[in-house]
């Protein structure tokens, strides 16, 4: 699963709880959404182009971003930008690599 693939998931079951509680999404809320959504659009792209095969992990790391993306969005908006915040450290100390 690309990093983007994990991105987007969170993101995605991070919403709904988020928008429960919140009731809307905040101009940079959005702002990341969209930007998630172009990176997975650009990465799952790229995957095809390079005819590049997902990894037998997905399944795993699908299942733990919405967990993790469900679990911080009921927790709030402050909980779930934390998150946000490392996990994206995380990804560019990888893509640094």
């Known amino acids: ?3 983007s693939s994990f991105s987007s998931a969170y993101f ?3 919403l709904p709880p988020f928008l429960i509680l919140q009731q809307r999404l905040d101009t940079d809320d959005q702002e990341m959404w969209e930007s ?3 990176h ?3 990465m799952s792209t790229l995957q ?3 005819q590049v095969r997902p990894t037998l992990m ?3 790391w699908k299942v733990m971003a919405l967990g993790l993306g469900a679990g911080t969005g009921l927790m709030g908006r ?3 930008m934390a998150c946000t915040e490392a996990v994206e450290t995380v990804i560019g100390e990888h893509y640094d690599e």
Request: charged content about 15%; overall charge negative; glycine content about 0%.
């Open 1 to 3: 699963m690309s990093s």
């Open 36 to 38: 998630e959504k172009h």
């Open 78 to 80: 402050e909980a779930a």
């Open 12 to 14: 995605s079951s991070a």
């Open 40 to 42: 997975l659009n650009v």
């Open 48 to 50: 095809t182009q390079h």
């Open 58 to 60: 997905y399944p795993l």
